[in-house]
């Protein structure tokens, strides 16, 4: 998948968050586990509208 592509951008930044957080988790500990989790869903969320709105624009470009 070519580096220019929506879903190949996404995946990456989603890694990263996902690394970000672990990240966080081990420098504070588990007690904002709870907080941080609704934090997760959230961005999730907003991943995946982003995802299929880039995937839209992607093909009416294509």
């Known amino acids: ?3 220019w592509s929506p879903i190949f951008f ?3 930044n989603r890694d990263l968050f996902h690394f970000s957080v672990i990240f966080h988790f081990w420098a504070r500990g ?3 586990l ?4 609704a934090l997760v869903i959230d961005v999730e969320i907003t991943t995946f509208i982003t995802y299929i709105l880039s ?7 294509v």
């Open 34 to 37: 709870l907080n941080s989790f």
């Open 30 to 32: 588990w007690n904002s």
């Open 1 to 3: 998948m070519p580096p």
């Open 10 to 12: 996404l995946s990456s």
């Open 55 to 61: 995937a839209l624009e992607y093909t009416v470009h």
